[in-house]
């Protein structure tokens, strides 16, 4: 049995409670022989910032970039609202997203049967909903350069942030959404501004050209950002594959994340290019939520997108997903037994806490295996 090396970044707030639960699952894991996995863990964010000076240290780094797989939690909290801004828990993302040129985040807004009544939205505009945003992570407005205040002396500043793709960054997030969408529904909806931005035309042209060259039997329609965002709250079912740029993608992932009842539910996977000799891909996998520092420590948070995030690097970097289609039907099983966590909670439903919505998935994972 080939031993897999998992790499854990459980970061700040509720960061450290739900990779706890994810830890559960990896126990079971090694403990029915049916996988072998090896962790080590290591600190990211505030945590991080508190013990080293920095969002993440470059061993930790150097151990990211030698897993087969990162889990990551969540990072950030006002206890660092003062630190300065390269160093700010959040750096320590960026820097992981970055330099493991993570170029590709995939984030699929699925609505669970037992959850539709949590949206939002009327149950029939979101039941069965199932789509997934392909977000372009590691260009754009996040790393864009300059990135500057200035101060222009009369009183006044100057804030400057910078947007910019190159073509291949344009193309290999295009493949990546529509390789995707061949193995779902064969939809891709490119999202942009091309009406205000430049970046919006190259993408446009880009997303076109990819297409027409390689994946004409894939079905393509452009649509503009903000219509994009209406459109996910009028009637999200007519999308299958959404791929857009690190801003707008940063904003479209948590409108469709909320469609689904809660940003709890939610994992997210960011994946790096195929190396030429091994084939593998650097990998981090993390909720889509935050590290909700108002409900830290006190077993409320909702486990599921984290462990639901290791389910996914079951599927794209560990060559299981037997399993990972196990661990996904174990969610949706607990649900279905009316268990539920804070977040979640509906009439007539039975609330519980963080550790015990881990073991309830762990028992569920036991009667299917
Ligand atoms: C996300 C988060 C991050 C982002 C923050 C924490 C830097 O909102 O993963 O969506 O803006 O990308
Ligand atoms: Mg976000």
Redesign the pocket.
Same mark, same amino acid.
């Given at each position: 049995m080939a031993t897999h090396k998992l790499f854990l970044l459980p970061g700040d707030g509720i960061g450290q409670e739900v990779m706890a639960e994810v830890e559960r699952v990896i126990g079971w894991f090694n403990q029915r022989g049916v996988a072998s996995f090896e962790t080590e863990s290591g600190l990211a964010g505030g945590t991080a910032y508190d013990t080293h000076g920095e969002a993440i240290s470059d061993a930790d780094m150097a151990l990211a970039d030698s897993a087969d797989a990162v889990l990551f939690g969540a /990072? &950030?909290g006002p206890k660092w609202d003062g630190v300065d801004y390269d160093k700010r828990p959040?750096a320590g !993302? !960026?820097r992981l997203r970055k330099d493991l040129e993570l170029f590709a985040n995939l984030r699929p807004a699925i609505c669970y049967p037992a959850l539709a009544d949590s949206s939002s939205l009327k149950r029939e505009l979101v039941e069965g909903l199932d789509i997934l945003i392909v977000r372009e992570l590691t260009g754009g407005t996040y790393f864009g350069e300059p990135k500057t205040i200035t101060d222009l002396g009369n009183g006044q500043k100057r804030a400057v942030d910078t947007t910019v793709y190159d073509t291949y960054e344009i193309d290999r997030i295009a493949r990546v959404a529509f390789d995707l969408a061949k193995t779902r529904s064969n939809r891709v909806a490119s999202s942009e501004k091309r009406n205000v931005m430049k970046n919006g035309v190259l993408w446009n042209e880009v997303v076109n050209q990819v297409h027409a060259e390689s994946y004409p039997d894939v079905e393509l329609e452009h649509v503009l950002a903000d219509n994009c965002a209406m459109q996910l709250v009028r009637n999200p079912k007519q999308y299958d594959v959404i791929v857009t740029d690190n801003l707008f993608g940063?904003i479209l992932?948590d409108v469709a994340a909320m469609l689904t009842g809660s940003l709890g539910m939610l994992p997210s996977a960011s994946l790096g290019a195929p190396d030429g000799k091994t084939g593998k891909r650097k990998s981090l996998y993390e909720p /889509?939520h &935050?590290s909700a520092p108002d409900i830290a420590g006190h077993n409320l948070a909702n486990p599921i997108a984290m462990i639901a995030s290791f389910a996914m690097a079951m599927r794209y970097s560990l060559g299981m997903g037997n399993w990972a289609g196990k661990v996904e039907q174990a969610i949706s099983a607990t649900l279905d037994k009316g268990l539920r966590t804070g977040d979640i909670m509906q009439d007539g439903m039975t609330q519980i806490g963080t550790t015990e919505m881990g073991e309830a998935i762990v028992d569920e994972l036991e009667a299917i295996a």
């Amino acid at each position: 049995m080939a031993t897999h090396k998992l790499f854990l970044l459980p970061g700040d707030g509720i960061g450290q409670e739900v990779m706890a639960e994810v830890e559960r699952v990896i126990g079971w894991f090694n403990q029915r022989g049916v996988a072998s996995f090896e962790t080590e863990s290591g600190l990211a964010g505030g945590t991080a910032y508190d013990t080293h000076g920095e969002a993440i240290s470059d061993a930790d780094m150097a151990l990211a970039d030698s897993a087969d797989a990162v889990l990551f939690g969540a /990072v &950030g909290g006002p206890k660092w609202d003062g630190v300065d801004y390269d160093k700010r828990p959040e750096a320590g !993302l !960026l820097r992981l997203r970055k330099d493991l040129e993570l170029f590709a985040n995939l984030r699929p807004a699925i609505c669970y049967p037992a959850l539709a009544d949590s949206s939002s939205l009327k149950r029939e505009l979101v039941e069965g909903l199932d789509i997934l945003i392909v977000r372009e992570l590691t260009g754009g407005t996040y790393f864009g350069e300059p990135k500057t205040i200035t101060d222009l002396g009369n009183g006044q500043k100057r804030a400057v942030d910078t947007t910019v793709y190159d073509t291949y960054e344009i193309d290999r997030i295009a493949r990546v959404a529509f390789d995707l969408a061949k193995t779902r529904s064969n939809r891709v909806a490119s999202s942009e501004k091309r009406n205000v931005m430049k970046n919006g035309v190259l993408w446009n042209e880009v997303v076109n050209q990819v297409h027409a060259e390689s994946y004409p039997d894939v079905e393509l329609e452009h649509v503009l950002a903000d219509n994009c965002a209406m459109q996910l709250v009028r009637n999200p079912k007519q999308y299958d594959v959404i791929v857009t740029d690190n801003l707008f993608g940063d904003i479209l992932s948590d409108v469709a994340a909320m469609l689904t009842g809660s940003l709890g539910m939610l994992p997210s996977a960011s994946l790096g290019a195929p190396d030429g000799k091994t084939g593998k891909r650097k990998s981090l996998y993390e909720p /889509v939520h &935050g590290s909700a520092p108002d409900i830290a420590g006190h077993n409320l948070a909702n486990p599921i997108a984290m462990i639901a995030s290791f389910a996914m690097a079951m599927r794209y970097s560990l060559g299981m997903g037997n399993w990972a289609g196990k661990v996904e039907q174990a969610i949706s099983a607990t649900l279905d037994k009316g268990l539920r966590t804070g977040d979640i909670m509906q009439d007539g439903m039975t609330q519980i806490g963080t550790t015990e919505m881990g073991e309830a998935i762990v028992d569920e994972l036991e009667a299917i295996a």
